[in-house]
């Protein structure tokens, strides 16, 4: 199974399957503050089981850990139900950050999260280590667009829990999704808009000159 395909089918076992339990245990009769409980620790199965297979956990192992580890700590800390679902936005907030922080370190988040799905399939067929290595271009292109995610988070969060404070609880699960599906169509988008113009795409573009002049 391709990078890609675990990643579009761990983010529908995360996203999808907590919100149609919340809505079958609402259906249930069950409360909205222990339905919210029992669906906020769905998502961590997944990375358990990376956890599991792996047994050394890459920085991405690492990153989704210690995120889980978050929103568990939280679920159980608070009983608000309104909280609870806030929480997926300051989960956000906390990765909006960290993809912050990385940018001014090693290989940031962005570089590291986007290799898994384009290494080998756009520009040279250089290693990105390679890449990295030999071109500041080509940092600096992974510095910028980990900013733009890390904002994208942010900005993601802030309406997040703005909605979850607003809107009648039962509406909000299911609006979680829509807002999943649109905001990673914007994210694309923006990256895009920098990414492209950037060449990073290209293997020809200027980004790539030292390569060819090596």
């Not at 608000?80 to 950050?97: E, H």
């Not at 910028?144 to 909000?172: F, S």
């Not at 994210?187 to 090596?214: E, I, T």
């Amino acid at each position: 199974m391709s990078a890609r395909t675990r990643g579009l089918l761990t983010l529908a076992v995360d996203v999808g399957v907590p919100i149609g339990l919340y809505y079958l245990l609402r259906a249930a009769d069950v409360g909205s503050y222990a339905a919210l409980l029992i669906c906020s620790f769905i998502p961590g199965l997944s990375v358990v089981s990376d956890l599991v297979r792996r047994r050394r956990p890459d920085r991405i192992g690492l990153f989704m850990t210690t995120m889980m580890l978050i929103g568990a700590a939280v679920s159980l800390l608070v009983d608000d139900p309104r909280l609870l679902l806030a929480k997926d936005g300051w989960f956000m907030a906390v990765g909006g950050l960290w993809f912050l922080a990385s940018a001014r370190g090693g290989k940031p988040l962005g570089f590291v999260f986007t290799r898994l799905l384009l290494e080998g399939r756009v520009g040279p067929r250089e290693s990105w280590d390679v890449l990295w290595e030999r071109l500041p271009g080509f940092r600096r292109v992974w510095r910028v667009a980990t900013v733009i995610y890390g904002l994208g988070l942010i900005v993601d969060a802030g309406v997040r829990v703005v909605i979850a404070h607003t809107l009648p609880i039962d509406v909000v699960p299911g609006l979680s999704a829509v807002q999943y599906a649109v905001w990673l169509v914007l994210m694309q988008v923006a990256l895009n808009l920098y990414l492209v113009p950037s060449g990073v795409y290209n293997p020809y573009s200027k980004l790539y000159a030292g390569l060819r002049h090596a």
